[in-house]
């Protein structure tokens, strides 16, 4: 079956970058998504790619996707206190339905 | 917009209560979804609906019910609370396919729900 996975933790310096990495295993998945999640509060959609593209950069997000390795990463340029959070990779599957299988998350530390 | 919101914030409940977590949006979605997230994991998806009076089960729909009377409304029904069922509950919307194209899912704030 689908199954995405994250690491758990990543702690950085303010200013650095941040390199989240997630892999998959449904080479079918049209979307991958990049969500996050702060303290008591709900998912909100980072940035998404789509399956045949390589490259997406917005602003300081850029989403890298290795269709291949089945591997998507997340880099944060200029880390800063306010993006320590959970951010959770997931997969569109389901065609139409457009379900997601969601990774377990990563928490982002980041330290002044 | 209000986007998705959902009711109450957090409940607990007695093992074999019943409630409804409440779900609604007001951006003319056709395509809801329930999802469950426990501790230290990802979210799982319970059941969703592709529009009014259509619903389907997710990876985990055992101990839930769903109805889809209107766009807008999406409950979530608990009929005999368990322990397992201590989770927090998300509320997602989209449009579904337009142009060819899967449109993301908006997230509600969630429902913090604690069974002893």
């Given amino acids: 079956g689908e199954d995405v996975e994250q690491s758990l933790f990543l702690s950085v310096r303010e200013g650095d970058s941040s390199v989240i990495n997630c892999t998959y295993t449904d080479s079918s998945s049209t979307y991958l998504y990049w969500y996050k999640q702060e303290p008591g509060a709900g998912l909100q959609l980072l940035t998404y790619i789509f399956s045949n593209m390589d490259m997406k950069q917005d602003q300081r997000l850029t989403v890298l996707l290795n269709k291949k390795d089945k591997h998507l990463s997340l880099r944060i340029a200029d880390t800063q206190t306010g993006d320590s959070a959970i951010y959770f990779c997931a997969e569109g599957y389901g065609g139409a339905t457009n379900k997601l299988i969601f990774g377990t998350g990563t928490l982002l530390a980041v330290q002044p | ?116």
């Fill in chain 2, 1 to 116: 917009n209000a986007g998705v919101t959902q009711t109450p914030k957090f409940r607990i409940l007695k093992i074999g209560q019943s409630m409804t977590l409440q779900c609604a949006q007001d951006m003319n979605h056709n395509y809801m979804y329930w999802y469950r997230q426990d501790p230290g994991m990802g979210l799982k998806l319970i059941y969703y609906s592709v529009g009014a009076g259509i619903t389907d089960k997710g990876e985990v729909p055992n101990g839930y019910n769903v109805s889809r009377s209107t766009t807008e409304d999406f409950p979530l029904r608990l009929e005999l609370a368990a322990p397992s069922q201590t989770s927090v509950y998300f509320c997602a919307s989209s449009y579904g396919l337009v142009g060819g194209y899967q449109e993301t899912q908006y997230f509600g704030p969630g429902t913090r729900l604690l069974v002893l």
